[in-house]
Every structure is written in C-alpha cells, then in structure tokens.
C-alpha cells in the first residue's frame, strides 16, 4: 500500500486536551506529554482510521485554503513524527 493510500489511526490509550488552541496529548504508557499547535492537531484529529493521507493533505489545504502540493510534505512529515512518537498506528 502506497503512503497516500494509508489510513492512520490515532491511539485509543492517549489521553487529549484542547488549551488555547492547541492540543495537549498525553501518551500514558510512557508519560510524555506533546504540545501541538492547531496545524499538526487538525491531522492528527484526521488519523481516524478511516482517512486516508490523501484525504487528510486535501482536507487540509482545503481547509488553509492553499494547494495540496503545498501541504504534502508537510503532512507527510507529521504523519512520520507522530508515528515516531507512538501517537499513531
């Protein structure tokens, strides 16, 4: 399966929180605790299971109102630093 094609999905043990638009997550199985800004919150919101990384790049321009070649690597990015993180399977 390409990347575009996969459908991450968020972890059902991490606690979150949204302060000042931002989302704080805690990963409760290691205690850390990640602060994101609305950007980087808004996809991991999208790794739903269901959502493709197609789908989130196009949600996301459409919603920043820019082209979704601006936002792939930049979604891209996020999905491989939140699974790093162990926020998404």
Do not use: W
């Not at 638009?21 to 602060?35: C, P, R």
């Not at 609305?38 to 269901?50: H, K, P, Q, S, W």
């Amino acid at each position: 399966m390409n990347s575009e094609a996969k459908k991450p999905c968020l972890r059902e043990d991490l606690a979150t929180e949204e302060v000042d638009n931002e989302l704080i997550v805690l990963h409760s199985e290691n205690g850390q605790i990640h602060k994101l800004n609305e950007t980087a919150a808004f996809v991991l919101r999208m790794c739903d299971g269901n959502t493709s990384v197609a789908e989130i790049k196009e949600q996301l321009a459409t919603r920043y109102q820019v082209d979704s070649s601006t936002v792939s690597k930049d979604v891209d990015d996020l999905i491989d630093s939140f699974h790093a993180l162990g926020l998404i399977g």
